[in-house]
Every structure is written in structure tokens, then in C-alpha cells.
């Protein structure tokens, strides 16, 4: 019983700095694409946060504009930055909920001049998981403006598998 009540002693306050970091370091990775995030507690289980990235989205999926159509590819996410809030129901939950910017574009180019353009929209996650290393997907909607056509479009993209890694302190 003794031993039992020395080792609860020494796991509650790991188990308590799960939901208790003031500030929390996450790297979300997917094939040919990161972000970097850092975040601060701003209540008991929820975090402020930024975030800066970059890549190309690969094995992701744009489900609207259809990128097999004649006009759009899927959105290319070529650098982004983001502003979110995350909830942390449990150590092995994260929620966000965000606004995402960046450079990129949606639509097919056929001459050799072509520029990617701004988008601009929202992003919500859910990641599940162990302590440190989370998986999960990421669906957000987002406005790109091209810079050289002036063509603005609407466009839902699914990230499919984003695994995260975080470290809190």
C-alpha cells in the first residue's frame, strides 16, 4: 500500500503538466509539407496559438472547386501562417479551430507565367493520440484570389492524415 501511494505521489504531477503547460511547441507533419506552431494557455484546457508553414499537399484533397475538372487542380499550399485556439479535453485530444492565410493557388496554369495567389479562410482539426505524438485530419475552407487573373474562388480542402508532435513546458 505504501509503495502504491510513493508512486501516485510521483505520477500526479506528470500527469497534471499534460493539461498544465503555459506554453506548448507543436510540429504538424505530412508528406511534403510542415507547420510549426507555438501556443499559450489561456484557460485550464485551452491554448492560444500562431503557426507558420509551408509544402506542397500531395496525398491532401481539394473537394470543391473538383480538381479533375478542366479549370482547377488541387490547392497548392506553397506558405501559411494561422492564428488558433485549441482545446485539450483530455491529454490524448486536441480540438483547433483557426484562420489560415497564405500563398497558393487552385487553378490550372498554361502558360509559363502564371503566379500563385493569396487565400485567405478557416480550419478546424481534430488530433488523437498519445501524450506527445497525436494523428488526424484537418478540413478548411479558404478564398484564393489569383494576383494575375484576378479569378477569386471558394474551395473546401481536406488534409487526410496530418501527424502532430508536441512538447509542452
Known sequence: ???????????????????????????????????????????PATYLGIGLGGGIDEFDRTLSPDPESRDFTTLEQLLHVNA???QKPSAKLDLDLGARAGIGGVRRC?????????????????MWGGRHFKLGPRLFWVRVREIDGGNTDGVLHLEILTGRWSVGW
Open 84 to 86: 488558433f485556439v485549441r
Open 1 to 43: 500500500m505504501r509503495s502504491a501511494l510513493v508512486t501516485l505521489l510521483f505520477l500526479v504531477p506528470v500527469m497534471a503538466n499534460a493539461q498544465t503547460a503555459a506554453r506548448e511547441f507543436t510540429v504538424d507533419l505530412r508528406p511534403f509539407s510542415a507547420t510549426l506552431s507555438l501556443a499559450w494557455r489561456a484557460a
Open 110 to 126: 498554361y502558360v509559363s507565367d502564371c503566379w500563385p495567389g493569396l487565400y485567405f479562410g478557416i480550419c478546424a482539426s481534430a
